[in-house]
């Protein structure tokens, strides 16, 4: 999606205002937002992955990304969001979901 800016941006205008206040919108609305969501939250990951795992083509400082993912899901825990952040769970663990033996991470 591009805004008005130009700019990329994942989600709709409507998927924001979605989950900013999901009472505004009927069932069936609800349960294709939350899906098309989930779908985008999905694909998100699997490029994330993929950056990961290419981070000298693209400069990346792994050790700034892996602070701001510990934000995230500090973040995450503390709002007691549902759901399940597989990245919790290295975080908890303490081993690196950016290295090779965690290739699943993001799928």
Known sequence: MVNRTGQSEML?????????????????????????????VSRSLADFHLIIQNSAIVSLDLGN?????????SLVNSEGTRGNLKASSHMQTGSNPFSSANSDWGR
């Open 12 to 40: 709709t205008r409507t998927e924001r205002r979605f989950l900013q206040d999901p009472t505004l919108f009927s069932k069936r609305h609800a349960r294709q937002h939350r899906y098309t969501i989930r779908k985008k």
């Open 65 to 73: 990304l892996e602070s701001e993912l510990e934000k995230m899901v």
